[in-house]
């Protein structure tokens, strides 16, 4: 087992200011997450996901039949569910690959439950 070191506060002075400046280097790098950031929860444990894309889906359309003869003019267009791709992360931002190995099928149907319901009326 290897040992975690806890992140080290670091002492720098501003070249221009002179002034010290606190910084904290964590151990892992934190890529900026790119879309837009919904708070989220999975089995209690609070999240964050980025939503990158959304389509708000259609509520379909029906078809047309001749009313004479009963005759299909236009079949329509089934409804589509709406869809979402996000990027799940902690909710400090950080990649939370432990997370996504905790998740079954139902977790992340709960997750992009969630996600749909606070992104809808939202341009993402």
């Known amino acids: ?7 080290v506060t670091v002492w720098i002075q501003d070249l221009v200011s002179g002034d010290a400046l606190m ?3 964590a151990d892992r790098p934190r890529p900026e997450p790119d879309g837009y950031p919904v ?5 209690g444990i609070p999240a964050t996901a980025y939503v990158t894309a959304y389509s708000p889906g259609t509520a379909g359309r029906r078809g047309l ?3 004479r003869t ?4 236009d079949p329509g267009e089934p409804p589509e569910p709406p869809e979402v791709e996000y990027d799940l992360r902690d909710r400090s931002g950080y990649p939370a690959p432990w997370l996504e190995r905790m998740m079954d099928g139902d977790d992340w ?6 996600v749909i319901s606070t992104t809808k009326g939202v341009n993402a």
């Open 1 to 7: 087992a290897s040992l975690r070191h806890p992140p």
């Open 23 to 25: 910084r904290r280097r």
């Open 39 to 43: 708070p989220v929860r999975m089995r």
């Open 65 to 67: 039949h001749d009313s």
């Open 70 to 73: 009963a005759a299909l003019i």
């Open 109 to 114: 149907d709960d997750v992009t439950e969630q």
